[in-house]
């Protein structure tokens, strides 16, 4: 299995909700990332984890929490976010942090 | 932090034809530097890659190289097909796998 899932593909939401966006990898891999990408813009760095623990937090807003449960699964808490976070959230993992990236087909946010 | 430019923002070649898009970096800490393509819908998908210690690395049609002095790496795909046609993005990652991704190059290929 060579595939990173994400759900769901597309999530509405309005700035007084409470969600979570999901990723997930069978690779055995070790590092696993969320980024956020706008339209026509490239993909920025949100959170790194390496072996379960958060490595890197690019001063990304309290509003995002992520989270890994463990090793194969990462998670996206989102709370009153704003119209601007709206975007596509695409999530990553590597075997370990200096190894190649498998992107995920990413999550469509729209905030309301 | 890193700074990655990347050219030409835009890219009309001639299927058969060549296709070079050029990145910089500023970060001497950043030592791998993946290519990535994406489609439209579509996750970015690793098309090659290059580590600090390598100068070229070539894989069919698509190859890299990597200027370390000079702080620059470059992408060429040879011969290129209507299906090449998609945006390419660069990358520089450091060990901490702090990644910074250059602004795209939208690669249109015409039959």
């Known amino acids: 299995d060579t595939e990173v899932t994400q759900t769901p593909k597309h999530l509405v939401m309005g700035m007084t909700n409470k969600k979570s966006l999901k990723c997930e990898q069978h690779?055995?891999?070790?590092?696993m990332y969320w980024y956020k990408q706008k339209a026509k813009k490239p993909p920025e760095l949100m959170f790194v984890y390496s072996y379960e623990k958060l490595s890197i937090n690019e001063s990304v807003p309290s509003r995002f929490s992520p989270e890994c449960p463990n090793s194969s699964l990462l998670n996206l808490h989102l709370h009153a976010l704003q119209p601007e976070d709206s975007a596509l959230y695409l999530c990553?993992?590597?075997?370990?942090?200096?190894?190649?990236?498998?992107f995920g087909p990413g999550t469509r946010l729209t905030v309301t | 932090g890193e700074n990655v430019e990347q050219h030409p923002s835009t890219l009309s070649v001639q299927e058969g034809d060549s296709a070079v898009i050029k990145c910089t970096y500023s970060?001497?800490?950043?030592?791998?530097f993946p290519w990535y393509k994406q489609e439209l819908g579509k996750g970015p998908q690793l098309i090659i890659d290059i580590r600090s210690n390598v100068g070229e690395k070539k894989d069919q049609r698509i190859a890299v190289t990597l200027n370390k002095t000079a702080k620059h790496f470059s992408l060429h795909i040879t011969e290129t097909q209507p299906e090449d046609s998609a945006v390419y993005f660069c990358?520089?990652?450091?060990?901490?796998?702090?990644?910074?991704f250059g602004d795209g190059t939208t690669l249109t290929v015409k039959p």
């Open positions: 690779m055995g891999h070790r590092a």
């Open positions: 970060d001497s800490a950043s030592n791998y």
């Open positions: 990553a993992s590597s075997r370990d942090v200096i190894r190649e990236q498998y």
């Open positions: 990358a520089a990652i450091t060990n901490a796998g702090k990644s910074t």
